[in-house]
């Protein structure tokens, strides 16, 4: 090179300078108004001399700008040339730049097209991300999410349970219950930070707050290999940057809980920092009195994001979240429950281009769960703490190594430390202090060979814990095309987690997980998917998938261990060895534009487990099984009118019933104890189904002069009283079992700010 350059440059001298150094063009393409501008846009250089025509078309002056927005040219004859751009749901951009030696750095600056088809925005933006080739894939817009009706606050995880494949435990809950799995078997990343308990109020609402969120990827099954640590499927949750155009505000007041948002540009780029907090403490305080038992409660979340171009190569960026519970109950003099909880999680990146396609990133994140529980009986005080603590730093590079392939690689190195401590009376109790250490590393290409097939194949191995195995997971994800709105979409993989989820039926306040160690196999599961896309117009689609997935090395926590037991092992907490499988099809057909948007799903499932300590060694059905769910989701808009409803009917919950009672006869003390009970057969029988209707009236005006949605929203319109679970009185024989229901008619009013 430095030889080919001196030749350039005595030629260049020798001829009179007739040689002309070729210049570069690079810039960002921003959206005017936005707080951000959109991805993968397109920008197309012209040359205006005409003769130039056949030199533009060698040297091939199409760009596509990277996820923040940054393009460049390089190799480019000095001269004139007209530049556009195009991205979809923006105005067709153009000018004319001239390009001389150097580099000039001139920006875009896009304004948004007047027609609302945000749907098609989210489309247009999302294909170029490697995710057209992969099955079992969904995202759905955040302030599409935001609309849905819901219980006093929006939530993002109660909303992504309309989706065919996607249950929920009950309406108390915002697990995710995908495809016949548990919610521990899903991973849960916000800005690529772990998130492993992302729960308020005991599980009623998720931590997300809408406010601050910019898009929602749900992989239900056979993700792709960048992800790994999980069994059945991984939601992607990234927060929204700040506004580039100046300080702006929004907020939103509900029945339950108000939140704000203040965010704005800083030299080269934006922030923006938004919370939400209860205000339930003075509604409960109303209520108690001293025949009630009402707790004093509260939560509160806090999400922070800065975003800066350091140069035009490199973005550097931090977010931040933390969210907390507080609970505090007196039961009686000198007896109380005290329990706190919740996540701190923070996460720093650089992006840089190397040019030519080749982007690299760079994340250090830290995340935090912690709950601590102080209890006094009397005046014996007991404690319970819990705390997960994952330090992680991962970098990936994606880079076009030949025409028709986009490739991926990357590492990550993990370090968890597990925590848990007890006393009694102020006495230390058993506990355990595990501090493991995760590495995995992956590589995928998406080959595209031509127009109608893209093959995705790749590969992840993992190590966790110091005597820990290579575990090789392949695989692969296939897109073939059969007409112009018809395509098949096929993958499968392995999955291995190593982390293990300890809860209660009830209570997630003090859920915990442990590692898994040397005395039992970490778990495993092998998925297969595929299915058939129908696009018949660009307003609907219809597609259908079916899954399968095999299960081992499960376990489940073993509740008839005794309290003063002081193994710690995977072995000691848990049953261990277990089997089990899923499977299913889901039908989903989804009208995305128009004054009437909405989608129907239809899921038929199977799932089943078997452990040799349980049921006597026979297969049962999980709780989370569901044989029939049906999902009916309509939005309609008029005017400065919006209306929203939403339909549920899914299978009964599976529980064990008690077949019957018996007493023994102490010959010692001659006492006969009469409230013994013989469960039948694990989870062989089912609660009624379950169905409800939610509706919604959203009204968009102004209040001096913001743009405001006043909205009214009921939850259970037409007060289904659908079954929780059984409860048996094991002290009066004569007692009927009695059902526990779920959430009678939920009426919500509210005003939001941030439209």
């Given at each position: 090179r430095p030889m080919a350059a001196v030749a350039c440059l005595l030629l260049d001298l020798v001829l009179g300078g007739t040689i002309a150094t070729a210049g570069s063009l690079e810039g960002f393409v921003r959206a005017k108004g936005e707080a951000e501008g959109p991805a993968y846009a397109y920008i197309a250089l012209t040359p205006l001399a005409a003769g130039d025509s056949a030199a533009a078309a060698r040297a091939g002056l199409r760009a596509v700008s990277n996820p923040t927005g940054f393009y460049s040219f390089g190799g480019i004859t000095p001269g004139e040339y007209r530049r556009t751009c195009r991205a979809a749901g923006y105005r067709d951009f153009a000018d004319t730049v001239a390009i001389g030696e150097g580099t000039l750095r001139r920006d875009i600056v896009l304004a948004t097209s007047p027609f609302p088809v945000s749907a098609v925005d989210v489309r247009g933006e999302r294909e170029p991300r490697d995710v057209r080739g992969t099955p079992s894939y969904v995202e759905l817009p955040a302030r599409e999410l935001k609309r849905l009706p819901a219980v006093g606050e929006a939530d993002l995880i109660r909303s992504l349970q309309l989706l065919p494949g996607v249950q929920s435990a009950s309406d108390f809950s915002s697990g995710l219950y995908i495809r016949g799995g548990g919610p521990d078997q899903t991973l849960i990343l916000l800005d690529q930070i772990p998130l492993y308990n992302p729960t308020h109020a005991f599980g009623f609402f998720s931590t997300f707050n809408p406010a601050a969120i910019k898009d929602v990827a749900l992989y239900k099954g056979a993700y792709p290999s960048q992800y790994g640590g999980r069994l059945g499927s991984v939601l992607d949750v990234e927060n929204r940057d700040g506004s580039r155009d100046g300080l702006r505000g929004a907020g939103a007041v509900s029945l339950i809980a108000g939140r704000a948002t203040v965010e704005g540009p800083i030299r080269n780029g934006s922030w923006i920092l938004s919370a939400r907090r209860t205000y339930l403490e003075p509604v409960l305080n109303a209520v108690r009195n001293d025949s009630t038992e009402i707790p004093s409660y509260f939560f509160y979340d806090l999400n922070g994001r800065v975003h800066r171009s350091m140069s035009p190569r490199d973005d550097l960026s931090f977010s931040g979240y933390r969210g907390r519970d507080k609970l505090h109950l007196d039961l009686d003099r000198g007896t109380f429950v005290d329990i706190r909880w919740g996540n701190v999680a923070g996460m720093g990146r650089w992006m840089h281009d190397f040019g030519r396609g080749a982007i690299g990133n760079l994340i250090v994140s830290a995340t935090e769960y912690k709950s601590d529980t102080d209890v006094k009986i009397f005046s014996t005080p007991l404690f319970f703490g819990n705390r997960l603590l994952d330090v992680?730093?991962?970098?990936?590079?994606?880079?076009?190594?030949?025409?028709?392939?986009?490739?991926?690689?990357?590492?990550?190195?993990?370090?968890?430390?597990?925590?848990?401590?007890?006393?009694?009376?102020?006495?230390?109790?058993?506990?355990?202090?595990?501090?493991?250490?995760?590495?995995?590393?992956?590589?995928?290409?998406?080959?595209?060979?031509?127009?109608?097939?893209?093959?995705?194949?790749?590969?992840?191995?993992?190590?966790?814990?110091?005597?820990?195995?290579?575990?090789v997971e392949p695989r692969l994800s296939l897109n073939h095309v059969l007409g112009p709105n018809v395509r098949v979409k096929a993958g499968g993989g392995g999955y291995t987690q190593h982390l293990q989820l300890v809860s209660t039926e009830a209570f997630n306040g003090t859920d915990f997980w442990v590692p898994t160690d040397g005395s039992a196999k970490p778990g495993r599961s092998w998925q297969a998917v595929s299915g058939l896309e129908w696009l018949p117009t660009d307003a609907y689609t219809v597609s259908v998938e079916g899954y399968y997935t095999w299960l081992r090395n499960l376990v489940q926590l073993d509740n008839t261990r005794s309290a003063d037991a002081q193994g710690t092992s995977t072995e000691d907490l848990f049953y261990t060895g277990g089997r089990g499988w899923a499977s299913g099809v889901e039908l989903f057909a989804q009208k995305r534009r128009g004054a009437l948007t909405g989608w129907v799903g239809y899921t038929l499932g199977w799932s089943r487990r078997r452990w040799p300590e349980l049921n006597e060694g026979q297969t049962f059905p999980p709780k989370y099984d569901r044989r029939h769910d049906v999902k009916v989701v309509a939005q309609w808009n008029r005017s400065r009118w919006s209306f929203g409803a939403d339909f549920v009917f899914a299978t009964g919950q599976a529980f064990t019933p008690l077949e019957s009672r018996y007493g023994l006869n102490d010959p010692a003390t001659e006492r006969l104890h009469d409230g013994l009970v013989l469960p039948g057969d694990r989870n062989s029988s089912r609660l009624l189904p379950y169905h409800r209707l939610d509706i919604s009236v959203t009204r968009h005006g102004h209040l001096f002069g913001v743009p405001v949605d006043y909205y009214v929203q009921v939850f259970n319109a037409y007060d289904r009283k659908n079954e929780w679970f059984v409860q048996y009185d094991t002290d009066n024989p004569e007692t009927e079992p009695k059902i526990v229901h779920q959430l009678p008619l939920v009426p919500t009013i509210g005003i939001n700010f941030d439209r």
């Open positions: 992680s730093a991962k970098g990936d590079l994606s880079w076009n190594p030949a025409t028709g392939h986009a490739a991926r690689t990357g590492v990550s190195v993990s370090a968890y430390r597990f925590e848990l401590g007890q006393q009694f009376n102020g006495v230390e109790q058993p506990g355990f202090d595990e501090r493991p250490v995760g590495t995995a590393a992956f590589v995928e290409d998406q080959w595209t060979p031509n127009v109608l097939w893209t093959v995705r194949p790749g590969v992840r191995a993992e190590v966790f814990g110091p005597r820990g195995h290579v575990r």
